[in-house]
């Protein structure tokens, strides 16, 4: 017998709230405070009239993301954000871990989690630390004006990433450039599409060339596998994706809401130590991969409500990072704060798998960025500085243009 309802719904929302305030954009919209105030779930009309739910709570994201009776199948879902209304989502391409369940999901993470171990990804700083240097030494020559996304934060883990999977040196210009242009929003969605498929296509002859003739790196180690070619395609795929577009952008919006919070960016430069707790609290703050959508595969009691199989949920991270009944004075950026916890990385089975290199190139980045350039700044008044459309599943900066003084 399905449960029933304990709780009186609270009063509904109609669609996503996707606004940020003014002047404020490391902030979530702030309606998802207010709604998350009134009830940490509540029901939510979707862009094409399906009536799901809304979760904006810490503890019921945790618990709606640890449910196994909650489906991460594209089209089981119905999209919160505007522009595909009357579109019905197509299931997930082969190999894409990320829109599938168990067994399946299981069959994949399980190879993947034995290749991306903690103690593997730790073993990658001192690689790291020198591309990093790197990029540090090119910023100096072409500096003191520059754009940070372009200059360290895009190729800082667009190398990482093809040197994890094998990408040729001889490619990686073309290799980055196709991820750029999927990911700009100057780009046409034609040109966006055309680069995703070139990126596709770049990843089917890898895939070949790696089972001809296999090398030192991820890719070449699945072909040993039982995955098909079109599985380690759609892998790889996933994996460049994960492990380049958030850190991209994680660290480039991670140095701007450094910059624009002094006092906390001084207790960095003071201490490139406590970088472990400056990258666990900006990726609780800032919370880039913000929206989570779901489908109630059974009838679920969360919280003393009925979902009812086959409706949707929206698990708002970016709102249950933010959560005062788990983080203190949650809307400030406190690097004193210890943010156990936080889902800026997801929960659940479909936790980000890449997070532990992402840590790494976080806690290496920042540090040495603010170290070797004391006086960094931005170049443009902070309103100008131009950010992701907030309707797009990871927000970030597009241009961040930075000086600093020569000496």
């Not at 029933?4 to 509904?12: C, D, N, V």
């Not at 990320?98 to 290749?115: F, Q, S, V």
């Not at 055309?194 to 790196?217: F, G, I, M, N, W």
């Not at 131009?386 to 797009?392: D, F, R, S």
Request: proline share 9%; aromatic share 6%.
């Amino acid at each position: 017998m399905a449960p029933e309802s304990t709780t009186t719904p609270s009063p509904g929302v109609a669609g996503l709230p996707l606004a940020r305030p003014a002047g404020c954009p490391f902030d979530p919209p702030a309606e998802l405070a207010r709604i998350r105030e009134r009830h940490p779930l509540v029901r939510m009309t979707y862009p094409d009239g399906h009536e799901g739910w809304l979760v904006t709570g810490h503890a019921l994201a945790r618990a709606a993301l640890a449910d196994q009776r909650v489906s991460s199948r594209y089209e089981l879902t119905h999209y919160p954000m505007p522009g595909l209304e009357g579109i019905e989502l197509p299931p997930a391409p082969v190999g894409d871990l990320t829109g599938i369940d168990p067994p399946g999901h299981t069959r994949y993470r399980k190879l993947l989690n034995a290749r991306f171990t903690n103690r593997r990804m730790r073993l990658l700083t001192e690689r790291v630390q020198q591309v990093t240097a790197e990029y540090l030494d090119a910023m100096d020559r072409n500096g003191p004006e520059v754009d940070l996304v372009a200059v360290y934060a895009h190729p800082i883990p667009a190398v990482m990433i093809c040197e994890l999977l094998g990408v040729p040196y001889a490619d990686r210009e073309s290799f980055q450039g196709y991820t750029a242009t999927t990911a700009s929003v100057d780009a046409a969605p034609e040109e966006r599409g055309a680069a995703h498929e070139a990126l596709q296509e770049y990843v089917r002859q890898l895939v070949l060339a790696k089972r001809a003739a296999p090398t030192d790196d991820l890719l070449s180690d699945l072909t040993s596998s039982d995955l098909t070619d079109e599985e380690l395609t759609g892998l790889g795929s996933i994996l460049l994706a994960a492990g380049l577009i958030t850190t991209a952008n994680m660290l480039a919006l991670g140095a701007f809401a450094l910059l624009r919070n002094p006092a906390q960016l001084a207790a960095l430069r003071a201490d490139p130590a406590i970088a472990d707790r400056v990258v666990e609290e900006l990726m609780r703050y800032l919370s880039i991969a913000h929206t989570v959508v779901r489908a109630a595969l059974a009838d679920i009691e969360l919280d003393g409500h009925l979902i009812k199989a086959g409706e949707t949920l929206t698990i708002s991270l970016h709102a249950a990072n933010r959560d005062p009944e788990r983080f203190a004075d949650p809307d400030t950026l406190d690097l004193n704060r210890d943010p156990t916890g936080h889902m800026a990385f997801g929960h659940g089975i479909h936790q980000c798998l890449g997070q532990q290199l992402a840590r790494v190139e976080m806690r290496v980045g920042f540090p040495a960025l603010f170290t070797r350039f004391p006086t960094l700044r931005l170049a443009v008044p902070p309103e100008d500085v131009p950010l992701y459309p907030t309707h797009q599943g990871i927000y970030g900066v597009h241009r961040l243009p930075v000086t600093w003084d020569q000496g």
